[in-house]
């Protein structure tokens, strides 16, 4: 197994895995609610759109996991909010590890991710993405997305 290793700045990282397991579903925490106002914050300001199966993502482009909560990719106009199906597992100690089928800079709905301890390289769960939503800024002037 061929793995790059975790870097901080983007909390990512990219491996080329032979496969995994299946993961318990951790218990709801306090962390829960800590999760979901730091993504109210982010969301402030902007607007919902269609969900989307993938997701074009570049190796320095931000990543921030919101414990129990999301992950978000992106930054500026549109950011990408990926609840996964079973959000509870989201753990911001851990590392987002990817396995992409369609290649080049796109991140899917059906790539395989799993998550590992950034210090032991040990696997702690696998992840089952949902659709990305991207959220707009709103133009305050007109009150719609900007772009």
Known sequence: MKMFAPTRRSGLAIALAAGFSHAT????????????????????GRVAGEPVNCIRTLPTAPMTTLHSTAYVFGRGHTIYVQRTRNPGQIDNRDT????????????????????????????????????????????QKEGQASK
């Open 96 to 139: 987002l590890v990817l396995r992409r089928f369609g290649g080049g800079q796109q991140l899917c709905r059906q790539d395989v991710a799993t998550t590992i301890d950034p210090l032991t390289q040990i696997f702690t769960g696998a992840v089952m993405f949902e659709d990305f939503v991207p959220y707009t800024r709103v133009d």
């Open 25 to 44: 579903v951790a218990p709801a925490t306090a962390h829960d609610a800590k999760g979901e106002k730091r993504l109210e914050r982010m969301l402030e």
